[in-house]
């Protein structure tokens, strides 16, 4: 008997359907990564924008909301701060990265 009869066996025992069958494998594998943006309503570009715009200029929340409203994205100043309080410290460890690594190597005019 295959190990693939075998596995056709188990999942018609269990009565396991399909779906979660994938579920627990994206679950399960570190291969497949979920973006930390997934399930947000706006795209990750938007997103990163806010919260960039935010750390690195020292705007206030409505000031970004302002700056995103000229360019017709409608967003509110609490969901600005929700983004900033939730993907911060990501941007942070990034641009952390960055000035080390500029710092290592030294200027580019070489």
């Known amino acids: 008997m295959l190990a693939s009869d075998k596995f056709c066996g188990l ?9 979660d ?3 627990l494998f994206v679950r399960h594998n570190p291969l497949m990564r979920i973006s930390p943006y997934h399930r947000h309503r706006f795209p990750a570009e938007i997103i990163s924008h806010c919260v960039w715009l935010y750390f690195r200029f020292s705007l206030s929340f409505r000031n970004v909301e302002e700056m995103l409203a000229m360019r017709g994205v ?3 100043y609490k969901t600005v701060r929700e983004w900033c309080l939730k993907f911060g410290q990501t941007y942070a460890n990034g641009s952390a990265a960055t000035r080390r690594s500029l710092q290592r190597d030294g200027p580019s005019d070489r």
């Open 11 to 19: 999942l018609r025992d269990c009565q396991v359907k399909g779906e």
């Open 21 to 23: 069958v994938i579920r």
């Open 74 to 76: 409608t967003v509110s």
